[in-house]
């Protein structure tokens, strides 16, 4: 019984458990029957312990493997990463680099903590150098330091200004500025902002100015000469047309015939010169007269351009165009432009009866506005001709004309950068067409 207990012992409890009743109990005590059912509990815990044991081992085991797995990946995203970053720093670094604007940051007293190269390269002075150094100490004049001192003290959003620096090589540059304050924790702590070189822009406004000023001298110049010219010449002119009348009184019972014909000849040809003079006069102001702009409505000004002509032969108007469109436009220069047309659609006119078409269209962007007449129509190689100053496409003997109405309206549109053409059947009349901007381009005052 006691060599099969034994035999019992050796073979089926857990190895340490048999270690220990080897080493702790008595042969005799291991051998007891009461013990028996004590050791096979103890047994079951050790195999179940065993068990367990294995099991976290393996979960260990599997769990070491998956955070290797995870660590080597985290090892491989964060090089890369890195690789990344640094990349994106020495890209950032070449931006910065090729920036033609300089990049500056300055603290709260106004020293420079922060410059591009751009720096060096529009001002000559060293990056290096220039750190730490305060920012108005590169500006020579008076006038600059103010400047950027208003800056520096204004705290608003932003602040621009222009300014004169003479560089590193003693050349004159224009810098514009812009600045605007940053915080930390809600403290004042510096300025960041944008130097640019503007020295071609201040020198092309420099040579506008003067450009511009010149300009305005010899318009106003011109003016005074038209005048003193157009006085000079009228004098003369009314004197001779003065001394034949004289002469055709004193002989008048004199005159018959083809001499009396010659005087009335000879005081025509001093009006039309009187008329060339004030057409020159007229052209030479045409675009440069400071007129105004005001809100009127098309058909009103149509309506007293028509009662403003008269004409020995039946003259009737046609006006086509919505009543209520508004334009707001330099009045006087528009009237001018039609005045002329409706001059010439009489003045022209071959038939028993004159009958004037005047109308207008909104295009949106432009007015279109027209003219038309039932003459005797323009041929379309004159078509171009007709616009050019002195040009008539009659004898003056037989239709008194200066040539300068059609030179006048196209130098009028030509200064609106507005277009005029001509619709035109031989024998049955011709219309203009041309068109009229909404925002007229030129600096004009407003009439409110």
Same mark, same amino acid.
């Given at each position: 019984?006691?060599?099969?207990?034994?035999?019992?012992?050796?073979?089926?409890?857990?190895?340490?458990?048999?270690?220990?009743?080897?080493?702790?109990?008595?042969?005799?005590l291991?051998?007891?029957?009461?013990?028996?059912?004590?050791?096979?509990?103890?047994n079951?815990?050790?195999?179940?312990?065993?068990?367990?044991?294995?099991?976290?081992?393996?979960?260990?085991?599997?769990?070491?493997?998956?955070?290797?797995?995870?660590?080597?990946?985290l090892?491989?995203?964060?090089?890369?990463?890195?690789?990344?970053?640094?990349?994106?720093?020495?890209?950032?670094?070449?931006?910065?680099?090729?920036?033609?604007?300089?990049?500056?940051?300055?603290?709260?007293?106004?020293?420079?903590?922060y410059?591009?190269?751009?720096?060096?390269?529009?001002?000559g002075?060293?990056?290096?150098?220039?750190?730490?150094?305060s920012?108005?100490?590169?500006?020579?004049?008076?006038?600059?330091?103010?400047?950027?001192?208003?800056?520096?003290?204004?705290?608003?959003?932003?602040?621009e200004?222009?300014?004169?620096?003479?560089t590193?090589?003693?050349?004159?540059?224009?810098?514009?500025?812009?600045?605007?304050p940053y915080?930390?924790?809600?403290?004042?702590?510096?300025?960041?902002?944008?130097l640019?070189?503007?020295?071609?822009?201040v020198t092309?406004?420099t040579?506008?100015?003067?450009?511009?000023?010149?300009?305005?001298?010899?318009?106003?110049?011109?003016?005074?000469?038209?005048?003193?010219?157009?006085?000079?010449?009228?004098?003369?002119?009314?004197?001779?047309?003065? *001394?034949?009348?004289? +002469? #055709?009184?004193?002989? =008048?019972?004199?005159? $018959?015939? %083809?001499?009396?014909?010659?005087?009335?000849? !000879?005081?025509?040809?001093?009006?039309?010169?009187?008329?060339?003079?004030?057409?020159?006069?007229s052209?030479?102001?045409a675009?440069r007269?400071?007129?105004?702009?005001?809100?009127?409505?098309?058909?009103?000004?149509?309506?007293?351009?028509?009662?403003?002509?008269?004409?020995?032969?039946? *003259?009737?108007?046609? +006006? #086509?165009?919505?009543? =209520?469109?508004?334009? $707001?436009a %330099?009045k006087?220069?528009?009237?001018?432009? !039609?005045?002329?047309?409706?001059?010439n659609?009489?003045?022209?006119?071959?038939?028993?009866?004159?009958d004037?078409?005047?109308?207008?269209?909104?295009?949106?962007?432009?007015?279109?506005?027209?003219?038309?007449?039932?003459?005797?129509?323009?041929s379309?190689?004159?078509?171009?001709?007709i616009?050019?100053?002195?040009?008539?496409?009659?004898?003056?003997?037989?239709? $008194?004309?200066?040539?300068?109405?059609?030179?006048?309206?196209?130098?009028?549109?030509?200064?609106?950068?507005?277009?005029?053409?001509?619709?035109?059947?031989m024998?049955?009349?011709?219309?203009?067409?041309?068109?009229?901007?909404?925002?007229?381009?030129k600096?004009?005052?407003?009439?409110?």
């Amino acid at each position: 019984m006691s060599m099969q207990t034994l035999e019992l012992t050796e073979t089926n409890y857990h190895r340490l458990l048999k270690r220990q009743i080897r080493k702790s109990l008595p042969p005799e005590l291991a051998e007891h029957p009461d013990i028996q059912e004590f050791l096979l509990t103890v047994n079951q815990a050790y195999t179940e312990y065993q068990d367990d044991l294995a099991r976290m081992e393996l979960i260990l085991e599997q769990s070491s493997g998956e955070l290797f797995k995870a660590n080597r990946e985290l090892s491989r995203i964060a090089q890369e990463k890195t690789e990344e970053a640094a990349l994106t720093s020495k890209r950032l670094e070449e931006v910065v680099g090729s920036i033609s604007e300089v990049l500056v940051q300055l603290d709260r007293e106004g020293n420079f903590t922060y410059l591009n190269p751009a720096w060096e390269s529009i001002t000559g002075y060293p990056v290096s150098a220039s750190l730490g150094q305060s920012f108005t100490g590169f500006f020579a004049t008076l006038e600059s330091r103010e400047k950027l001192v208003e800056i520096l003290t204004v705290e608003t959003d932003t602040n621009e200004e222009t300014v004169r620096l003479i560089t590193a090589d003693g050349q004159e540059k224009w810098l514009g500025i812009s600045l605007s304050p940053y915080y930390a924790n809600d403290d004042h702590i510096g300025f960041t902002g944008t130097l640019a070189d503007v020295t071609a822009r201040v020198t092309a406004e420099t040579k506008l100015q003067s450009y511009t000023r010149d300009l305005e001298r010899i318009n106003a110049e011109l003016d005074q000469f038209a005048y003193v010219v157009s006085h000079d010449l009228k004098a003369p002119l009314r004197a001779i047309n003065n *001394l034949s009348e004289w +002469i #055709e009184e004193d002989i =008048g019972d004199m005159l $018959e015939g %083809e001499t009396k014909d010659q005087f009335r000849l !000879l005081r025509g040809r001093v009006h039309r010169m009187e008329n060339l003079i004030n057409g020159i006069l007229s052209y030479s102001r045409a675009g440069r007269m400071k007129t105004v702009k005001e809100k009127f409505l098309i058909k009103n000004l149509v309506d007293e351009l028509c009662e403003s002509f008269s004409t020995k032969k039946p *003259l009737t108007f046609q +006006i #086509e165009g919505n009543a =209520g469109t508004e334009i $707001e436009a %330099e009045k006087i220069a528009l009237t001018q432009i !039609l005045q002329n047309l409706i001059s010439n659609g009489i003045k022209y006119n071959d038939k028993a009866e004159i009958d004037i078409t005047i109308g207008w269209k909104d295009l949106g962007t432009q007015f279109e506005f027209y003219v038309g007449d039932n003459g005797p129509g323009i041929s379309p190689e004159f078509h171009e001709r007709i616009f050019i100053i002195f040009q008539t496409l009659q004898a003056r003997d037989e239709v $008194e004309s200066t040539g300068v109405g059609l030179a006048i309206v196209k130098k009028i549109l030509d200064e609106k950068h507005s277009t005029i053409r001509i619709d035109s059947v031989m024998g049955e009349g011709a219309k203009f067409f041309f068109t009229w901007p909404k925002n007229e381009g030129k600096d004009i005052e407003h009439v409110k």
